[in-house]
Nanobody, 129 residues
Framework: QVQLAESGGGLVQAGGSLRLSCQVS????????VGWFRQALGKEREFVAA????????YYADSVRGRFTISRDNVMSTVYLQMNSLAPEDTAVYYC??????????????????????WGQGTQVTVSP
């Protein structure tokens, strides 16, 4: 079992950038795949980006591909989400989730929220027009 804590959210103008961090506490961080999801007011939680435990494999939602970059520092037990060219439609609470350790989580990523068993409390990102 791990605990996750997101940070880095805030208010930014359209076209601006933010970097979110997901600090993970617990053992064997490198064995956990981590994903970022977001939930806008009145909408369901949606997938944003994911990274495998080793960091070698990443995947993005079509809506953010080319603008967002997910990365991880396994020494610092932290996963980052660099968000560039932000738009008002990116406004949401952003959550990170962790899955593992298992036979796949070091190599593969997960894109379905139901596959994650550990979640942080979320960080609000607001993009003004």
């Amino acid at each position: 079992q791990v605990q996750l804590a997101e940070s880095g959210g805030g208010l930014v103008q359209a076209g601006g950038s933010l970097r979110l961090s997901c600090q993970v506490s617990g053992r064997s961080f490198g064995g956990y795949a981590v994903g970022w999801f977001r939930q806008a007011l009145g909408k369901e939680r949606e997938f944003v980006a994911a990274v495998s435990g080793t960091g070698a494999s990443t995947y993005y939602a079509d809506s953010v591909r080319g603008r967002f970059t997910i990365s991880r520092d396994n020494v610092m037990s932290t996963v980052y989400l660099q968000m560039n060219s932000l738009a008002p439609e990116d406004t949401a609470v952003y959550y990170c989730g962790a899955q593992g350790p298992n036979a796949y989580s070091g190599t593969y990523y997960y894109t379905n929220a139901n596959e994650y068993h550990n979640w942080g409390q979320g960080t609000q990102v607001t993009v003004s027009p």
